[in-house]
């Protein structure tokens, strides 16, 4: 089946990039039938997606406008994973962050989460 | 993208049933047939129960049914059980963007 194991560090300092890799088993980043997002949630702002790449014979990607200026995903086919980076955090970046896997315009596979704290 | 609007709370009795909104707009909800919902347990990562507005994932029992009507989805919950005690969270896709509701906790009484 499925399955999405992310990594990262846990503690970000602020005005730096935050980075994590969600790893992918039992299907491919390259799937033309699927996308690969980038979730996260806090007590403050609840569940909020923050995008996603996804290949349909090229790469697309799309950015919720909130974190737009700041945020990168990127698919890499050697490893079978996606990324996440988003740059000048500042502690309002605190949350746990979930990769996911949509289809059918529903998120049916999530990884484990990540909580990362931004502090100096 | 606003959040799209839940009631905080929802409670019911085992083998009761209970049913939570979901409210956006035309741009998300109302626009697209592409609502779903998810079920979250503490410390734990969303679970998909509904997709497609009323569509089941293989697995799910069909005590959970969905359903939509302009711009509001609703999950309902038949058949309370006291794994069902839960956060659940609506999702609509809205043009080359997700946006999600801001939560309902269901308490099994």
Redesign the interface.
Do not use: Q, R, T
């Given at each position: 089946q499925v399955q999405l194991q992310q990594s990262g560090p846990g503690l970000v300092k602020p005005s730096q990039t935050l980075s994590l890799t969600c790893a992918i088993s039992g299907d491919t980043v390259s799937s033309n039938s699927a996308g690969w997002?980038w979730?996260r949630q806090s007590p403050s702002r609840?569940?909020?997606?923050l995008g996603r790449t996804y290949y349909r014979s090229k790469w697309y990607n799309?950015?919720?406008?909130s974190v737009k200026s700041r945020i990168t995903i990127n698919p890499d086919t050697s490893k079978n994973q996606f990324s996440l980076q988003l740059n000048s955090v500042t502690p309002e970046d605190t949350a746990v962050y979930?990769c996911a896997r949509s289809g059918?315009?529903?998120?049916?596979i999530?990884?484990?989460?990540t909580m990362v704290t931004v502090s100096s | 993208q606003s959040a799209l609007t839940q009631p905080p709370s929802a409670s019911g009795s085992p083998g009761q049933s209970v049913t939570i909104s979901c409210t956006g707009t035309s741009s998300d909800v109302g626009g697209y047939n592409y609502v779903s919902w998810y079920q979250q347990h503490p410390g734990k990562a969303p679970k998909l129960m509904i997709y497609e507005v009323s569509k089941r994932p293989s697995g799910v029992p069909d005590r959970f049914s969905g359903s939509k009507s302009g711009n509001t989805a609703s999950l309902t919950v038949s058949g309370l059980q006291a794994e069902d005690e839960a956060d659940y969270y609506c999702s609509s896709y809205a043009g080359n963007n997700y946006v999600f509701g801001t939560g309902t906790k269901v308490t099994v009484l």
């Open positions: 997002h979730i609840g569940l909020e997606w799309d950015y919720a406008v979930y059918k315009y529903a998120f049916n999530w990884g484990h989460g | -």
